[in-house]
């Protein structure tokens, strides 16, 4: 009986590890069946929407673009006229704007043809006049190139109208053209502290002349010297000295003692941040938040961290130095010819996006970006080894900006300012992204730019690349 007692211990022993190696399987074939069923769903949904992509693409394969194809015109008898044109981004009511922007979301304003001292562009049967000047353009490529820097971008703007003079982007490997854009945002630096001043004149009543406590050298981020108090520091800088050298921890003292995280917060609004601007191309938002954290506000108002700017966003706040205090609303397209050589569109009038400042706190400003060339951090890149200004009667200004970034990875190295002589303006910014070294500074590549354009341009001669 013990004998057959064992047996049957044994037999259930095996019984149980039987079932157990049939669960197991079971879960391997239920968990199988289940990623089977998963993955035929994702191939279900993604063969649809390829079919659907497929379809979209197929049926707008048309000269031109992707906006509205018109394979043929009837007239009222139902006649079928002759197609003179394949692709029409104008509404049945008429220019249609939209249609335009829609078509410039996927793909870039081409600037290779030019006609009459401006850049034209053939979209099916119509002709796109922009307001870009061929001669900053052309300088401003040929500067990057020659320099090799690994990625490069300028915006320019006339500061009274908004018009749109210069809009280059560069990347050494042209794979990857993708990752710099002037209508992206990138860490802008000690460009922040143009906001800061501007708080800190119009509502603080700071002026050149204040002076700022502190201790440490000019550069850095020692946390004991950013928490003292503004009036405790050995060493004193003016303000418009700490703009033009680019002081960081008086900056960031002026930030935390006396401009504060909302006003600092309202300010940024005022110049536009975090709000859309409207442009025909596919512009982003320039962000900005102003943390609680008083050490991280100063590192704000400073320009280490929370902020970031596009490069034509950076050029209308440069712009809005030397026109009085006016946020002007950009534009790059000056008209558009039919196909039968009429103009459809004509841009007229100048759009105030805001007032951010007065015209006696842009006129501060101005003159601290002035020094900031002949005094300042920007003046290697305007004086040459003889120490002359290499833009004789010209009033350039600006504000330099350096921060490292990790999108593209590398420094960068910025400016943002203008330049006036007899009348003619400009404002602009700069944008180099080196690593790990560089060639050029963002304020070198301004300088060169604004030299094409106030002494290359009246002795220029365009050609047209291609003719009609």
Same mark, same amino acid.
């Given at each position: 009986?013990?004998?057959?007692?064992?047996?049957? =211990?044994?037999?259930?022993?095996?019984?149980?590890?039987?079932?157990?190696? #049939?669960?197991?399987?079971?879960?391997?074939?239920?968990?199988?069946?289940?990623?089977?069923?998963?993955?035929?769903?994702?191939?279900?949904?993604?063969?649809?929407?390829?079919?659907?992509?497929?379809?979209?693409?197929?049926?707008?394969?048309? @000269?031109?673009?992707?906006?509205?194809?018109?394979?043929?015109?009837?007239?009222?008898?139902?006649?079928?006229?002759?197609?003179?044109?394949?692709?029409?981004?104008?509404?049945?009511?008429?220019?249609?704007?939209?249609?335009?922007?829609?078509?410039?979301?996927?793909?870039?304003?081409?600037?290779?043809?030019?006609?009459?001292?401006?850049?034209?562009?053939?979209?099916?049967?119509?002709?796109?006049?922009?307001?870009?000047?061929?001669?900053? @353009?052309?300088?401003?490529? &040929?500067?990057?190139?020659?320099?090799?820097?690994?990625?490069?971008?300028?915006? %320019?703007?006339?500061?009274?109208?908004?018009?749109?003079?210069?809009?280059? =982007?560069?990347?050494?490997?042209?794979?990857?053209? +993708?990752?710099?854009?002037?209508?992206?945002?990138?860490?802008?630096?000690?460009?922040? &502290?143009?906001?800061?001043?501007?708080?800190?004149?119009?509502?603080?009543?700071?002026?050149?002349?204040?002076?700022?406590?502190?201790?440490?050298?000019?550069?850095?981020?020692?946390?004991?010297?950013?928490? @003292?108090?503004?009036?405790?520091?050995?060493?004193?800088?003016?303000?418009?000295?700490?703009? %033009?050298?680019?002081?960081?921890?008086?900056?960031?003292?002026?930030?935390?003692?006396?401009?504060?995280?909302?006003?600092?917060?309202?300010?940024?609004?005022?110049?536009?941040?975090? &709000?859309?601007?409207?442009?025909?191309?596919?512009?982003?938002?320039?962000?900005?938040?102003?943390?609680?954290?008083?050490?991280?506000?100063?590192?704000?108002?400073?320009?280490?961290? +929370?902020?970031?700017?596009?490069?034509? @966003?950076?050029?209308?706040?440069?712009?809005?130095?030397?026109?009085?205090?006016?946020?002007?609303?950009?534009?790059?397209?000056?008209?558009?010819?039919?196909?039968?050589?009429?103009?459809?569109?004509?841009?007229?009038?100048?759009?105030?996006?805001?007032?951010?400042?007065?015209?006696?706190?842009?006129?501060?400003?101005?003159?601290?970006?002035?020094?900031?060339?002949?005094?300042?951090?920007?003046?290697?890149?305007?004086?040459?080894?003889? +120490?002359?200004?290499?833009?004789?009667?010209?009033?350039?200004?600006?504000?330099?900006?350096?921060?490292?970034?990790? #999108?593209?990875?590398?420094?960068?190295?910025?400016?943002?300012?203008?330049?006036?002589? #007899?009348? &003619?303006?400009?404002?602009?910014?700069?944008?180099?992204?080196?690593?790990?070294?560089?060639?050029?500074?963002?304020?070198?590549?301004?300088?060169?730019?604004?030299?094409?354009?106030?002494?290359?341009?009246?002795?220029?001669?365009?050609?047209?690349?291609?003719? +009609?």
């Amino acid at each position: 009986m013990e004998r057959i007692k064992d047996w049957k =211990s044994y037999q259930k022993i095996l019984n149980r590890q039987k079932r157990k190696k #049939n669960n197991f399987a079971s879960s391997i074939k239920l968990i199988g069946f289940l990623i089977f069923v998963i993955l035929l769903a994702y191939g279900s949904v993604r063969m649809f929407y390829l079919g659907k992509s497929y379809i979209l693409i197929r049926s707008k394969q048309f @000269q031109g673009t992707g906006i509205r194809p018109i394979n043929s015109i009837k007239d009222k008898d139902g006649a079928v006229k002759s197609a003179i044109m394949d692709f029409n981004p104008f509404l049945d009511a008429g220019f249609s704007i939209k249609s335009l922007k829609t078509y410039f979301k996927h793909n870039a304003p081409v600037f290779n043809e030019i006609k009459d001292g401006r850049y034209i562009q053939k979209i099916g049967g119509y002709t796109i006049v922009y307001t870009i000047k061929p001669v900053i @353009q052309k300088e401003t490529e &040929k500067t990057f190139k020659e320099y090799a820097v690994p990625f490069g971008v300028m915006a %320019a703007v006339n500061p009274d109208t908004g018009a749109v003079l210069g809009l280059v =982007s560069y990347s050494r490997n042209k794979k990857r053209m +993708n990752e710099i854009s002037g209508l992206i945002p990138y860490p802008p630096g000690s460009l922040t &502290k143009i906001i800061t001043a501007s708080a800190a004149i119009e509502s603080k009543g700071f002026y050149p002349g204040f002076n700022i406590c502190y201790n440490g050298g000019i550069y850095g981020t020692n946390k004991s010297y950013w928490k @003292q108090n503004i009036s405790t520091g050995l060493n004193r800088i003016s303000f418009s000295l700490a703009f %033009a050298k680019s002081c960081d921890v008086a900056f960031g003292k002026v930030a935390g003692f006396y401009v504060g995280k909302r006003l600092l917060m309202n300010y940024f609004n005022k110049f536009y941040f975090n &709000k859309n601007i409207p442009f025909i191309l596919n512009l982003q938002e320039s962000r900005a938040d102003v943390p609680n954290n008083f050490y991280r506000l100063e590192l704000t108002g400073a320009g280490f961290e +929370n902020v970031k700017v596009t490069p034509l @966003q950076a050029a209308l706040i440069s712009a809005a130095i030397i026109n009085g205090g006016k946020l002007v609303e950009p534009y790059i397209i000056e008209k558009i010819i039919g196909p039968d050589g009429h103009t459809l569109y004509t841009h007229r009038g100048i759009k105030v996006l805001d007032d951010p400042i007065t015209v006696k706190t842009a006129f501060i400003l101005k003159q601290m970006m002035i020094k900031t060339i002949t005094s300042g951090i920007g003046r290697p890149d305007f004086y040459n080894a003889y +120490n002359q200004y290499m833009l004789p009667g010209v009033i350039a200004g600006g504000k330099t900006g350096t921060i490292s970034g990790n #999108n593209p990875e590398g420094l960068y190295q910025w400016f943002a300012g203008f330049g006036e002589s #007899n009348g &003619k303006k400009i404002a602009l910014s700069t944008l180099v992204i080196e690593k790990p070294v560089w060639r050029i500074t963002g304020g070198g590549v301004a300088e060169k730019t604004l030299f094409a354009y106030f002494f290359k341009h009246n002795s220029l001669k365009i050609a047209s690349l291609q003719e +009609n």
